[in-house]
């Protein structure tokens, strides 16, 4: 599996990965929501309120925790959009769904 997350760039390698997305100064908050709800299959206005507030107070957001090759289409997706995404390795706290 694999997690879309916004977060800094990390090394990837084993079963799970997770996208990663950096909030980024150019980017306003209503727009970080409506590109994830767009890309991230499933994912609901509340979840990416979540993930949106997640890094933007903590400097980054796992946002989905998936299959790699999902992962790595979601974090297209969210670069295509302007947003700072990687794919990371699963693990950590909050698998599965973003954090609160």
Do not use: F, W
């Amino acid at each position: 599996m694999s997690t879309p997350s916004m977060a800094a760039p990390g090394s990837g390698g084993g079963v799970l990965d997770r996208p990663a997305v950096l909030p980024g100064y150019d980017n306003k908050r209503e727009y970080v929501v409506r590109v994830l709800m767009k890309v991230v299959d499933g994912l609901t206005v509340d979840d990416a309120v979540n993930v949106m507030q997640e890094a933007h107070q903590n400097g980054m957001a796992c946002v989905i925790e998936c299959a790699q090759e999902d992962a790595e289409r979601y974090c297209e997706g969210l670069r295509g959009n302007g947003l700072i995404a990687s794919v990371e390795p699963a693990g950590g706290g909050g698998e599965g769904k973003p954090s609160d």
